[in-house]
């Protein structure tokens, strides 16, 4: 494609979007795809293929969402349209079990290390609610320890301090969930180790369990300091308490075994989606033998899914899962991610923006503040007002972004060094803008 340099016109999504206000919520069907934290109205997307969106407009862009993670080989990958088809040519659901939901249950077994049984389901939402539900019937106890600026889906309990969507837009933490749900949920600061331990002394005996992403990934980009996993680690086996790590975003995309094969941490239970799911509606819940059997109708804690292993979803992340098995991928994604992350940082610098850019693998942040970001109330120092203006810039140069500070950027397999290199291009000439509407 051309890179575009020139202004683009927006009147069909314009126009689609007024249509859509009038009959959804906000004229959206998840909140920060509204723009409302970056100023304008939203794209209307018409297709997408490798590193590439286009819009109802034919407008091109160079795309770092990936429909939010699950993209790690680009859109309308062959091999993965391929397997779509064949599926779709036999039916598109069944309500009965497959040959299919076994073949990917046991790729995902293989995978990742925690994982011994899995059960297969809709949304990372619905595997992070039953992972919970798992753990207080298996420990028999009712507190989750959560970390602030970390999003594990919208169930009730789990919005306090949830980061992403709810930070872009400025909400109140959980409204609409009962008070005596939000009480059962201890939220204490990402990578603070003292406030973990400080939460089991007061309520040890209660806590079923402590999840965490083991990358932040909805504050933005936050990997987690030296000795932060090894800690929750050692805290949740000495107080009996179960540790989830909340792979929904990590998972099949920092490594092929996720985030707990690249610092070897295994914790009890994983949730899994995005990438599992080669960009359907797709999820997963697994971990110890021991605790995934307690679920019905093997045991006695349910949970059912009239959906659950779709046969055209299982199809389409097993051809993706197949192309990341031998690992090549992901360091063609080190090489890229390593590549940005540098041109990022030059470019803020060269501008005398301050920028500080946070990236493990193919997942990447560029907060405006000039302090590290470690947790939620770091991230919280970002200047919003300069990356909507930031944001803006980028789309006029073909780069598309995600709609919001607290997010993070991802790559695919399909961006090339020529794709980074010109991001790294437009970066340069938008923040030098930045700087110089602002008097810097």
């Known amino acids: ?55 109802a407009d034919g407008n091109e862009y160079l795309d770092y969402v990936g429909s939010w993670g699950p993209m790690v080989l680009g859109h309308a990958h062959p091999k993965v349209l391929e397997a779509v088809h064949r599926a779709v040519d036999l039916g598109t659901s069944y309500g009965a079990p497959t040959e299919l939901e076994v073949r990917l249950a046991e790729r995902i077994v293989e995978a990742v290390p925690s994982v011994e049984v899995v059960r297969l389901v809709n949304s990372g939402t619905e595997a992070v609610m039953s992972a919970i539900r798992l753990a207080r019937g298996f420990t028999g106890r009712d507190f989750i320890v959560k970390f602030e600026g970390c999003y594990h889906g919208h169930s009730d309990g789990l919005l306090a301090k949830a980061g992403s969507g709810v930070a872009t837009l400025g909400l109140p933490d959980s409204p609409g969930v009962p008070q005596a749900f939000a009480a059962l949920t201890l939220s204490v600061p990402f990578n603070d180790l003292d406030a973990v331990e400080a939460a089991f002394r007061k309520n040890g005996d209660g806590i079923a369990a402590v999840i965490v992403e083991p990358v932040a990934g909805n504050m933005g980009c936050v990997p987690p300091e030296p000795g932060f996993l090894e800690g929750l680690r050692e805290v949740t086996r000495r107080h009996g308490a179960l540790l989830i790590f909340d792979e929904v975003m990590t998972g099949f995309r920092l490594a092929y075994g996720g985030a707990q094969e690249r610092f070897e941490i295994t914790p009890d239970l994983t949730t899994l989606g995005k990438v599992v799911g080669g960009g359907f509606p797709l999820a997963a819940y697994g971990g110890r033998r021991e605790i995934m059997e307690r679920m019905a109708p093997a045991g006695p804690i349910y949970q059912a899914g009239t959906l659950s292993g779709n046969p055209v979803a299982v199809s389409a992340g097993l051809a993706q899962l197949d192309e990341l098995r031998d690992g090549q991928v992901y360091d063609v994604l080190e090489q890229r991610g390593a590549l940005l992350e540098e041109g990022l940082r030059t470019a803020a610098r060269e501008a005398g923006v301050p920028c500080t850019v946070n990236r493990v693998g193919s997942m990447i942040t560029g907060f405006f503040t000039a302090q590290p970001v470690r947790n939620y109330e770091e991230a919280r120092t970002s200047d919003t007002a300069r990356f909507g203006r930031f944001f803006r810039a980028m789309l006029e140069r073909g780069v598309y972004l995600a709609p919001s500070q607290f997010e993070a950027a991802f790559l695919s397999a399909a961006h090339t060094e020529e794709d980074i290199r010109h991001t790294i291009q437009a970066a340069r000439e938008c923040l030098q803008a930045v700087s110089r509407d602002e008097g810097g």
Do not use: C
């Open 1 to 55: 494609m051309e890179y575009a340099s020139i202004k683009m016109t927006r009147t069909h999504s314009q126009s689609l979007f007024e249509r859509a206000v009038r009959v959804t919520p906000g004229g959206v069907n998840s909140p920060v795809r509204a723009f409302k934290s970056v100023g304008g109205d939203p794209l209307f997307i018409q297709r997408a293929y490798g590193s590439r969106l286009v819009d």
